[in-house]
């Protein structure tokens, strides 16, 4: 019960009941997607039905089933962005919906490689971070980090379901080359066009995410406060039509 004490807001808890964590909805406790964990799901089932090569199919399939738990709830950062409950999932679905839109119009890119590529880049962080909720840095995240953790569970994965070497060599790369330069933690630059794209996309969605956080504190007519992820740039929040 919610009382007023001295002006100030005061919680008297009149009784407590223990419940299991499967009871619990924390989108109801913890900053969350913006999208409910039904809907991002049923929108990973519908890009995974796209993707036409079998071994692909196959191959994001079994990855993502065998880490469900921790790459449909961890957020996709400690920090900076998409660093809330789902956040790693709804990041992953949202450079999956570019990725396809980007495809219709350069019809040379190889589709499959770009959802699966999409889907997987940052599996790495289910093992490179510790939770859910309140994540910080495991041991194998700290001493490995999430590209190379991706990269090993995706190779792993490949060789187990006897992937052609070819698309698995092309799929790794993906991983590894996400993050585009050296100094930002790939150990390759892109090498193909779907990594090109895939490293590009990812960049996009992250620094939008926080573009976005800031126009959240901003007034319209205002500038934001200068964003450290962003060169440390000030953006103006033009007046929106009502």
Same mark, same amino acid.
């Given at each position: !019960? !919610? ?48 993707i ?45 919906? !570019? ?24 599996? %790495?962080?289910?093992?490179?971070l ?10 194998e ?8 953790? %991706? ?15 070819e ?12 993050? %585009? ?39 319209? %007519? ?19 039509q009502?």
């Open positions: !019960m !919610m009382q007023n004490y001295r002006g100030h807001p005061q919680l008297k808890v009149n009784d407590i009941d223990f419940v299991s964590p499967e009871q619990v909805d924390l989108n109801r406790f913890v900053p969350s997607a913006p999208a409910s964990q039904e809907k991002m799901l049923s929108k990973l089932s519908e890009f995974i039905s796209l036409q090569d079998s071994d692909l199919k196959k191959l994001t399939e079994t990855i993502i089933e065998e880490r469900k738990s921790a790459y449909t709830t961890y957020p996709a950062a400690v920090t900076v962005h998409h660093a809330y409950y789902g956040g790693l999932l709804y990041h992953s679905l949202s450079i999956c919906a !570019m990725a396809i839109k980007t495809c219709d119009s350069y019809s040379f890119l190889n589709r499959d490689y770009l959802i699966a590529g999409s889907l997987l880049h940052d599996i %790495g962080k289910t093992k490179e510790s939770s859910a909720t309140a994540a910080s840095y495991t041991e995240g700290n001493l490995l980090g999430h590209i190379s953790i %991706g990269a090993m569970i995706v190779h792993e994965a490949g060789e187990r379901l006897h992937l052609p070497q698309k698995l060599d092309v799929i790794t790369h993906m991983i590894l080359a996400h993050h %585009g330069k050296l100094e930002f933690g790939s150990p390759k630059t892109p090498m193909t066009a779907e990594a090109f794209v895939l490293h590009q996309l990812d960049e996009l969605d992250s620094k939008l995410e926080v573009l976005k956080e800031a126009y959240n504190v901003t007034e319209e %007519g205002s500038f934001t406060n200068k964003i450290p992820w962003l060169d440390s740039s000030t953006f103006f929040k033009p007046h929106r009502k």
